[in-house]
């Protein structure tokens, strides 16, 4: 499975936005997944990831593990805002 997400950081939080996806793509291989490639624009605002998960059910228990939910609990407003789409290598 592979995926690419756009994450899009709050207004005037790109830090705390930056550094919680810090801490929640080091969560990804509990769950099989890894981290391909991850780029960010000139602003910092924005940050574009291309994850691979050998399959759903890798993603599925990434997106409920109580560790990453907890992170995005405590960033609260700074959480970003994460565009996730489904792709195929062609």
């Known amino acids: 499975m592979l995926l690419v997400a756009v994450v ?4 005037g939080r790109a830090e705390a936005g930056q550094e919680y996806e810090d801490r929640v ?3 990804l291989d509990r769950h099989g997944g890894v981290l391909e490639r991850r780029m960010r624009d000139g ?3 924005t940050e574009v990831h291309v994850i691979r998960f050998a399959g759903r ?3 599925d ?3 409920v593990d109580p560790d990453r939910l907890a992170l995005r609990t405590a960033l609260g407003d700074a959480a970003p ?3 996730v789409i489904e792709v195929r290598d062609l």
């Open 57 to 59: 059910e890798g993603y």
């Open 8 to 11: 899009e950081m709050a207004e």
């Open 81 to 83: 805002v994460t565009r």
């Open 43 to 45: 602003t910092g605002g």
């Open 61 to 63: 228990s990434f997106m």
């Open 25 to 27: 793509l080091a969560i």
